[in-house]
């Protein structure tokens, strides 16, 4: 009896000694760089969360160990995103706000079939932007696809990939919308591989980034606010007010407090689209 409660207190403080383990490459990492903006900062979590956070923005992910080498793999936002609401000030119109970059080429359709144009959403020689933008139209909105076009540069002789289209069905009485969006690193799939060394982190093989603080030594504010964004949804099921993508408004009323629900998209090829026609907006800067 003696020798079987003696095993199961050292399993027990075994597992537990195994759960207080610190894998030894969490900590931060400062990577160096000559931009006056500053550098960027990797911040390896022993949960098997990681974040980079840079001058502009932050992407997290999750990695994995396999023996002496390190998976790393980034979370996977959505390029474009739908949001709506029924708003009772909104009485003669449907209304969808636009927030995506100016200079992408991007292009919409309202209400269209799979043979229809998109439209682009600003002219080609857009500039000097000034947000809001806000489409307007009387008829109820059922369907909205948005197109991206690839503008990477390829390769004499290398394959072009095809874009998808993000294809949203409305499927409520909704008459106002939030359409917006990430850059396209954001929407990226992107992996790299790791290796541990003498205080160094060495990526995919070559370059070798060394630790600057081990993770008990990281500042509890900024673990905090690392730990926060690893589990906060950047495009939540609900858009509340305060959110980041939540329409400003200076002197709100209660109807423009209501929450803003996300509508689904899938995830269509663009194999034979075609974008023509005017631009929804005309934005250039004043001579």
Same mark, same amino acid.
């Given at each position: !009896?003696?020798?079987?409660?003696?095993?199961?207190?050292?399993?027990?403080?075994?597992?537990?000694?195994?759960?207080?383990?610190?894998? @030894? *490459?969490? $900590?931060? /990492?400062? !990577?160096?760089?000559?931009?006056?903006? $500053?550098?960027?900062?990797?911040?390896? !979590?022993?949960?098997?969360?990681?974040?980079?956070?840079?001058?502009?923005?932050?992407?997290?992910?999750?990695?994995?160990?396999? &023996?002496?080498?390190?998976?790393?793999?980034?979370?996977?936002? @959505?390029?474009?995103?739908?949001?709506?609401?029924?708003? @009772?000030?909104?009485?003669?119109?449907?209304?969808?706000?636009?927030?995506?970059?100016?200079?992408?080429?991007?292009?919409?359709?309202?209400?269209?079939?799979?043979?229809?144009?998109?439209? @682009?959403?600003?002219?080609?020689d857009s500039n000097c932007y000034s947000y809001p933008y806000i489409y307007k139209q009387t008829a109820a909105l059922e369907q909205v696809d948005v197109y991206a076009p690839d503008l990477r540069e390829y390769y &004499?002789?290398?394959?072009?990939?095809?874009?998808?289209?993000?294809?949203?069905? #409305? $499927?409520?009485?909704?008459?106002?919308? #939030?359409?917006?969006?990430?850059?396209?690193?954001?929407?990226?799939?992107?992996?790299?591989?790791?290796?541990?060394? &003498?205080?160094? !982190?060495?990526?995919?093989?070559?370059?070798?980034?060394?630790?600057?603080?081990? /993770?008990?030594?990281?500042?509890? &504010?900024?673990?905090?606010?690392?730990?926060?964004?690893?589990?906060?949804? *950047?495009?939540?099921?609900?858009?509340?007010?305060?959110?980041?993508?939540?329409?400003?408004?200076?002197?709100?009323?209660?109807?423009?407090?209501?929450?803003?629900?996300?509508?689904?998209? #899938?995830? #269509?090829?663009?194999?034979?689209?075609?974008?023509?026609?005017?631009?929804?907006?005309?934005?250039r800067c004043e001579e």
């Amino acid at each position: !009896m003696k020798f079987t409660l003696c095993a199961i207190l050292l399993g027990v403080a075994g597992c537990l000694y195994g759960q207080n383990l610190v894998d @030894p *490459i969490s $900590g931060s /990492y400062n !990577m160096g760089s000559n931009d006056p903006l $500053g550098g960027t900062h990797f911040i390896v !979590m022993p949960d098997q969360q990681f974040v980079v956070a840079y001058f502009g923005g932050m992407r997290k992910g999750t990695w994995e160990r396999y &023996e002496d080498t390190y998976q790393f793999t980034y979370h996977v936002e @959505p390029q474009f995103v739908l949001y709506g609401r029924k708003n @009772p000030s909104i009485a003669d119109s449907i209304q969808v706000r636009v927030g995506l970059d100016g200079n992408r080429g991007f292009a919409v359709r309202f209400n269209g079939t799979k043979t229809d144009a998109f439209t @682009p959403i600003f002219n080609e020689d857009s500039n000097c932007y000034s947000y809001p933008y806000i489409y307007k139209q009387t008829a109820a909105l059922e369907q909205v696809d948005v197109y991206a076009p690839d503008l990477r540069e390829y390769y &004499e002789g290398e394959i072009h990939e095809i874009p998808d289209y993000y294809s949203f069905k #409305v $499927g409520a009485t909704y008459n106002e919308f #939030v359409l917006t969006g990430l850059s396209r690193e954001y929407s990226t799939e992107r992996s790299f591989t790791a290796q541990f060394k &003498e205080g160094s !982190m060495i990526i995919n093989g070559s370059e070798s980034i060394k630790k600057s603080g081990d /993770y008990a030594d990281l500042n509890p &504010e900024d673990l905090n606010y690392f730990k926060q964004y690893t589990t906060t949804e *950047i495009f939540p099921p609900q858009l509340e007010y305060g959110n980041e993508f939540f329409p400003y408004n200076d002197e709100p009323i209660n109807d423009d407090l209501i929450p803003f629900n996300r509508i689904d998209a #899938v995830l #269509v090829s663009s194999d034979g689209v075609v974008v023509g026609g005017e631009s929804f907006f005309v934005v250039r800067c004043e001579e």
